[in-house]
């Protein structure tokens, strides 16, 4: 939805209506339609290709990927004020270092900074591979460092209050997506991008599909009872997706309730609202001292064993707890536990 015009300068409801059917039958453009055709008339010619130009054609080849809606994002709120107008081949070290230094002085996050310079050189390699541009010479990329050792994991008590929170959610479908996150692990992409084809329910097994997979690659994981339970609790609509938006297309994203249930549950500020139940359900599989970090990393879909590895100190404390059992068999003193 759109609006057409304002009252004050003629528009009525008869107008209104009118235009909006033309637009529905695609007869008549819609506001977006046509700033998008401006601004790609205004960017095309035969003179040099400009960052701006080649990021329309980027965003045209990977038009309905779940990613391109983030990347669309940093490029207008990041990129597009600093070298949109810029020439690829004459693009330089120094002009990323700038736009790194603007997005530092505004308190943007390493992670956030590291993601807006990867889709300006992303942007750049799929020039390059396509033959529209040549590879600028000496351009260096310097990304920000990142602690990614960070994880999350949910005591007792915090648990059972976010349970008890979903459970109050007016919208138990939406709830779903909460609950299949912490008792799967799956990535938010892998959530929103879920279709009822994807649910092998004789087989027990839930497809993650290569399209949305960080990786890119195809892969299963296995269908819990717990993971049954809540999928077969969800209301199925005619979409294909099993947590659909609006329309009954995929789902862009979940970050608004999410945020909702986490502030209610009373789980700290800093607790990730939705990748933060992936490793919360990382963390609990691993402190159980029953799941070994091999069958972890294929459980999160994990490329290399690097990647789980930091839940190793959770593992180790796992194995302490089991090794003093010991203790009490030989009825050990406290001052030996």
């Given amino acids: 939805e759109e ?8 528009m009525t409801a008869a107008k209104a209506n009118k235009i ?9 453009q819609s506001n977006t339609e046509r700033r998008a055709e401006a601004e790609a008339a205004k960017l095309s010619g035969n003179g040099p290709l400009t960052f701006a130009r080649l990021w329309w054609a980027y965003q045209d080849v990977n038009d309905g990927k779940s990613s391109i809606v983030a990347d669309a994002s940093r490029y207008h709120n990041h990129i597009e004020s600093r070298i949109a107008a810029k020439v690829i081949s004459e693009l330089t070290t120094p002009d990323i270092d700038i736009l790194r230094a603007s997005m530092a002085r505004k308190g943007l996050a390493p992670q956030t900074v590291k993601h807006v310079l990867a889709l300006v050189r992303r942007v750049i390699r799929f020039g390059v591979m396509r033959g529209l541009c040549p590879m600028p010479t000496n351009l260096h990329f310097d990304m920000p460092k990142l602690d990614n050792e960070r994880t999350e994991s949910l ?36 959530l929103l991008a ?7 329910f004789e087989r027990g097994i839930i497809t993650l599909q290569g399209e949305s997979a960080k990786s890119g690659k195809t892969s299963q994981i296995p269908m819990t009872a717990a993971a049954r339970g809540i999928l077969e609790g969800i209301e199925r609509t005619a979409s294909p ?25 009373g789980l700290p500020a800093d607790f990730r609202p939705l990748h933060g139940l992936r490793h919360a359900y990382a963390s609990m599989l691993i402190s159980s001292g029953q799941v070994d970090l091999y069958t972890l990393q294929k459980l999160l879909t994990h490329e290399s064993p690097a990647m789980t ?7 180790d404390e796992a194995l302490r707890k089991a090794a003093s059992v010991i203790n009490d068999c030989l009825d050990i003193g406290t001052a030996d536990k």
């Fill in 155 to 190: 005591t007792d008590a915090q648990l059972v209050s976010y349970l008890n929170t979903l459970d109050e959610e007016p919208d138990q479908n939406a709830a779903g997506l909460l609950r299949l996150a912490l008792v799967t692990g799956m990535r938010k992409g892998a």
């Fill in 3 to 10: 609006p057409v015009g304002r009252e004050s300068e003629g």
């Fill in 241 to 265: 997706f099993v947590f659909p938006g609006k329309d009954g297309g995929q789902r862009q994203d979940f970050r608004r309730m999410a945020r909702r249930v986490r502030d209610k549950a």
């Fill in 20 to 28: 909006r059917a033309m637009r529905a039958a695609g007869v008549e």
């Fill in 194 to 200: 879920l279709r009822w084809t994807d649910c092998d």
């Fill in 309 to 315: 590895k930091r839940y190793s100190h959770l593992r």
